[in-house]
């Protein structure tokens, strides 16, 4: 039997629909939930497998469900980039850290930061989640935006095997290639 306690009550009228034990086919009953050591009022769900259930999870039918992002970035959370970055890695010689510098000319956030909102930071987004920085730089020419640089330090091995899986993926989206100087 599974219990999922204290689930909060949303009116004084629900507690009073809910003062008896109630059960749908078998499978569910509500109690009220009072904790002496506590002002919270919740109720209880008691779940109850039935043996004869007429379906039954197939796990021979059904695998797991794998989400695919396209790898992203973004300066504004919800509005993705367009302009492809030149982007300069340095690793140190035990290679416990590393720093990649992303450049970008004419980026389109310039186009539509008025729109959207300000530049919050530098995101990449993929499929294994959200690598961020707050390290942001826009460059101006005669008081017009023309490029940002945007750096994004990793401090660890782990951190930057994760940055360069989503470099490849990245890379592989927008057709850029990895050159060594």
């Known amino acids: 039997m599974a219990t999922l306690q204290s689930l909060a009550l949303a009116s004084t009228a629900s507690h009073s629909l809910l003062k008896q034990p109630r059960s749908l086919a078998g499978i569910l009953s509500w109690v009220v939930h009072r904790s002496a050591d506590s002002l919270f009022i919740g109720q209880s769900l ?7 259930s007429s379906t039954r999870w197939n796990s021979k039918k059904f695998g797991p469900i794998t989400m695919m992002v396209k790898p992203t970035i973004q300066f504004i959370q919800g509005t993705d980039e367009q302009t492809i970055p030149d982007v300069r890695l340095t690793k140190s010689r035990d290679g416990t850290n590393g720093v ?3 450049r970008f000319d004419q980026p389109s956030v310039f186009d539509s930061s008025g729109e959207v909102g300000e530049i919050t930071g530098f995101y990449m987004i993929d499929e294994e989640g959200v690598l961020q920085s707050v390290d942001v730089n826009a460059k101006f020419v005669n008081g017009k935006p023309a490029g940002i640089e945007a750096k994004y330090i990793m401090r660890s091995p782990r951190e930057w095997d994760r940055f360069m899986r989503f470099m490849e993926r990245y890379s592989n989206e927008n057709g850029l290639q990895f050159i060594k100087k």
């Open 46 to 52: 008691h779940v109850v497998y039935s043996q004869l």
């Open 100 to 102: 990649a510098i992303f």
